[in-house]
């Protein structure tokens, strides 16, 4: 099994709404935020949202007011609903965990392609 699934991507027209979501595995201890990054071709891979252990939350300024993230701390889980979608926002999709110990003790999910287009 894998330790970090996510699931949820496809392909959505401008304006459409997806949900995607990641489990990751309750073994896995220590968790400081949940969240998601994604990376268009061509592009730098960029914070999309994220959740903390506290809730708070942080969003890419490109996303704000269209998508929501939420956590299931109890869960390991961290859901992305996403509305409103627009072809920029065609990319990778990747969940990650932090587990506020830098990135050499970070998970990250395989990834799950969403793509925006007429």
């Known amino acids: 099994a894998q330790l970090v699934e996510e699931s949820g991507g496809g392909s959505v027209q401008p304006g459409g709404s997806l949900r995607l979501s990641c489990a990751a595995s309750?073994?896995?201890?220590?968790?400081?935020?949940m969240g998601w990054y994604r990376q268009a071709p061509g592009k730098q891979r960029e914070l999309v949202a994220s959740?903390?252990?506290?809730?708070?939350?942080n969003y890419a300024d490109s996303v704000k007011g269209r998508f929501t993230i939420s956590r299931d701390k109890a869960r390991n889980t961290v859901n992305l609903q996403m509305n409103s979608l627009q072809p920029e926002d065609t990319a990778v999709y990747y969940c990650?965990?932090?587990?506020?110990?830098?990135?050499?003790?970070?998970?990250w999910g395989q990834g799950t392609q969403v793509t925006v287009s007429s």
């Open positions: 990650h965990i932090d587990r506020g110990w830098g990135q050499r003790f970070a998970y």
């Open positions: 309750r073994s896995i201890y220590s968790i400081h935020a």
């Open positions: 959740e903390t252990n506290d809730g708070n939350t």
